[in-house]
């Protein structure tokens, strides 16, 4: 039993690349979000799910897209990666009680 | 939007010493968690409250929940070394659309432990 699992853990990208983040869970938990983590500024929701096929925006949702394919994935993707992104990026999934975080993506965006 | 507001932003204790963060919301919430980021790790969840004026414990860990259903607080007894890290409060709260899927995170407390 992984939990919530992140694949990549570390990545670097030049200014207008792009990269999808894959948060995969197997706890057959309905909701999904990705935060994002930055010094002073605690964690941000950027986007979130509440059932495959269904997303909404978080507070942070600008320059970035996701997709539930399927009930155990949640992708996040930069289509064109900008400075600003470079951040600490979380998974998470919940059954409507705590969240269930995954170990983070840390991005730099040079 | 929602805002939660969590005090104070750093803590620096010797061991031994009690530790407590607070955290305030401008809005009324149907719950708040608690959650603990060890440096270099991933926010772990350790408790929700829902009720007005709840108080539970977790051994050297007490929270609870204002009579308003607004503030928060965690305290810690003699902390411990193995309590360093950083402590969040995450609040629900009912959105227009009767949807309660969103937390929103106050900035955190760093407790630092001097042994």
């Known amino acids: 039993n992984a939990g919530v699992t992140q694949t990549p853990k570390f990545r670097v990208l030049k200014t207008g690349q792009s990269m999808t983040l894959l948060c995969a869970q197997d706890?057959?938990?309905?909701?999904m979000y990705w935060y994002r983590q930055d010094p002073g500024m605690g964690l941000r929701l950027i986007h979130y799910s509440v059932g495959e096929g269904t997303t909404a925006k978080g507070e942070v949702p600008d320059g970035y897209n996701v997709s539930r394919l399927k009930k155990q994935n949640f992708l996040l993707g930069l289509e064109s990666a900008a400075p600003s992104q470079t951040s600490v990026y979380f998974c998470a999934s919940s059954q409507g009680f705590g969240l269930f975080f995954g170990s983070g993506t840390q991005l730099s965006v040079l | 939007g929602q805002q939660v507001m969590q005090i104070p932003q750093y803590q620096h204790v010797q061991e031994g010493e009690d530790f407590t963060t607070y955290c305030n919301s401008s809005t009324t919430l149907s719950n708040i968690q608690w959650y603990k980021q060890r440096p270099g790790g991933h926010p772990v969840f350790l408790i929700q409250l829902v009720k007005s004026g709840e108080v539970k414990k977790q051994k050297r860990l007490t929270f609870q929940f204002g009579e308003a259903k607004k503030n928060s607080s965690l305290h810690i007894t003699a902390t411990q070394t193995t309590d360093v890290g950083t402590y969040f409060c995450?609040?629900?709260?009912?959105?227009?659309?009767?949807?309660?899927?969103?937390?929103?995170f106050g900035k955190g407390t760093l407790l630092t432990v001097n042994p």
């Open positions: 706890m057959n938990h309905e909701y």
């Open positions: 995450a609040g629900r709260k009912w959105d227009s659309g009767g949807s309660n899927y969103k937390l929103t």
